[in-house]
Nanobody, 121 residues
């Protein structure tokens, strides 16, 4: 089993910045893609940004140029630096990771518990 623990959410004014962190722990053999998703009230969960173990990144169009995803493979941790925040960025942000289960030989997807980000206008 793998646990993902997020931190760094909170309340910020529009134009401000926040940094989210997500640390993976447990039976980790290998982690491929780590990413951040968000879900606003009444909306579907959507991909915000993702990063592979090799450092390739992917961003939602709505956050390009404002958010930066990074990871520390040695610490099994992924970060999301959010700048120039807008009220429409308000959502619960979830960490996600694809981990290799050496016991079963399969890749298993895990989710964190979520952290609230609220941007006031």
């Amino acid at each position: 089993q793998v646990q993902l623990v997020e931190s760094g959410g909170g309340l910020v004014q529009a134009g401000g910045s926040l940094r989210l962190s997500c640390a993976a722990s447990g039976s980790i053999f290998s982690i491929n893609v780590m990413g951040w998703y968000r879900q606003a009230p009444g909306k579907q969960r959507e991909l915000v940004a993702a990063v592979t173990s090799g450092g390739s990144t992917n961003y939602a169009d709505s956050v390009k140029g404002r958010f930066t995803i990074s990871r520390d493979n040695a610490k099994n941790t992924v970060y999301l630096q959010m700048s120039t925040l807008k009220p429409e960025d308000t959502a619960v942000y979830y960490c996600n990771a694809d981990t290799y289960d050496s016991g079963s030989g399969h890749w298993v997807n895990y989710w964190g518990q979520g952290t609230q980000v609220t941007v006031s206008s």
